[in-house]
């Protein structure tokens, strides 16, 4: 029986190593390339700055690009989670990417699930590195939620701290220090490809919580869901995002808007930003109907004062029945169709 040896010991490593070293020159060249997203549509994920700089190369140089920001009604969240097929493939960036690739544009979506407007911000300081023929700027009501002005809930992505300056940075400082763990992990990110690469990929795939286990057990087991419960349970959850609160343009949100476009103007990059559909039969009570009226005009006074013509806007909130709706904002697939069918016909207005 053959024994185990030093030089067994020093081929497997140097395998190893071999194809850690092969693996890594791959991930570089295919990140060179755009590889991955020529393929797959990674709306939803945000996984570190390094692959954001990864996404915006990959459409480096082409002309003409749209860039789409937005939250989770970009992505295919919430198709999932209602057990829609092909969720990625029906989600308003997919639908909008086919759209416009009808008319030879190439559109690029940074939407990401619980995306914030000082990540937008910090999104558009690396957009103007290289910036498109136009942006097109999906707002949430989510995104002026109370919770969501002050401290480090004011930014989703805790990477993004390091693309504004010190005294912008300091708005979103932890309430504790970053773990070891944390702090290791960014670090890969930067510097090692394949392990970023990974962090990718596997977005691709659904890893359900325990509590999303027991429920499609129960299910495919059991009577169907109550759905009336379904229901409840989700406003309980949303149910701060539409505590009424006047807007604030002094508050972190609208300074960040602010910045935003005022960048990509004088970059004389245009920018149509949309108020997105909300599904006012589901909200119901929930929303403070006055109160909504009053913030979208502020919203529109906040945009309209500006008068540049870098900078379109459009109120959708109350543009579709609720029929085209999963929830309160999240379109079904053909409500994902019809709003980027709408939304190419928009754009086709403004002039880049």
């Known amino acids: ?101 009808r008319d030879h544009w190439t559109a690029l979506s940074l939407g990401a699930d619980g995306l914030l407007l000082p990540d937008v911000e910090a999104l558009g300081l690396e957009i103007l590195k290289d910036p498109p023929q136009k942006i097109l700027l999906i707002l949430n009501m989510r995104m002026f939620a109370p919770e969501f002005l002050q401290g480090s809930k004011a930014l989703s992505r805790a990477f993004f701290r390091e693309e504004f300056p010190p005294e912008v940075s300091a708005s979103f400082k932890p309430e504790k220090p970053s773990e070891v763990g944390a702090l290791v992990e960014n670090w890969s990110c930067r510097h090692w490809v394949l392990f970023r690469t990974c962090n ?104 309209g004062n500006k008068k540049d013509r870098f900078i379109r806007y459009e109120d959708w909130s109350g543009r579709y029945p609720s029929r085209y709706f999963l929830d309160h904002c999240h379109l079904t697939p053909e409500g994902n169709a019809k709003m980027a069918s709408d939304l190419r016909v928009l754009l086709q207005g403004v002039k880049p």
């Open 1 to 101: 029986m053959a024994s185990f040896t030093k030089t067994t010991a020093a081929g497997l490593l140097a395998g190893l190593l071999i194809c850690l070293a092969s693996s890594e020159l791959f991930c570089r060249w295919a990140a060179g390339a755009g590889l991955w997203y020529r393929h797959w549509d990674f709306t939803g994920d945000l996984t570190s700055l390094p692959e954001v700089q990864d996404r915006l190369h990959s459409v480096s140089g082409k002309t003409p690009r749209l860039l789409i920001l937005g939250d989770s009604v970009l992505g295919p969240t919430a198709l999932r989670e209602h057990r829609a097929s092909f969720p990625r493939e029906q989600s308003l960036s997919s639908n909008l990417k086919n759209e416009f690739w």
């Open 200 to 303: 990718l990929l596997k977005t691709l795939w659904y890893f359900p919580s325990r509590k999303d286990f027991f429920q499609s057990l129960l299910e495919n087991l059991g009577p169907p869901p109550d759905e009336d419960l379904r229901q409840a349970s989700l406003k309980f959850k949303i149910a701060p995002y539409y505590e009424y609160r006047p807007w604030d343009a002094g508050s972190i949100p609208f300074q960040s808007l602010d910045r935003f476009l005022r960048r990509l103007s004088k970059a004389q990059v245009p920018v149509q930003v949309i108020l997105t559909p909300q599904n006012l039969d589901f909200l119901g009570g929930l929303l403070n109907r006055d109160g909504f009226a009053q913030n979208r005009k502020f919203l529109a006074s906040f945009l």
